[in-house]
């Protein structure tokens, strides 16, 4: 189950999970009404994530992709365990970003 992130919180858990999450491979879905669901990114590695409150942005790095947030309004995270495996970021827009995370296929 998701629990939301309050606001104060953001800049450090996206700073402590981004080093945990190195190595990861990372989908982005972003969800509107006005443009329907499509796939921002599909299963890259990811590089970090964080939030700059001077700037209000969230920032998920990618290898080859550079997704950014301004303005978000809620944070959910979902984890397993210890481990984030997907987090939801509402933006001012009410656009839903949807960031799914999974370890890469090891080769036999």
Known sequence: MAKQLEKSQWRA??????KA?????????VASLKL???IEAEWLPLLGISYDPKDDII???LEGVD?????PREVY?????????????IDAEGTHQ???LKDPMMLP
């Open 67 to 71: 997704h950014l947030i301004p303005k």
């Open 21 to 29: 999450l190195v190595g990861k491979r990372a989908e982005i879905e």
């Open 77 to 89: 995270v979902e984890e397993n365990g210890l481990e984030l495996s997907s987090l939801e970021v």
């Open 59 to 61: 920032e998920i790095a």
């Open 98 to 100: 949807i960031i799914v």
């Open 36 to 38: 329907g669901d499509q």
């Open 13 to 18: 858990y996206f700073d402590r999970m981004s």
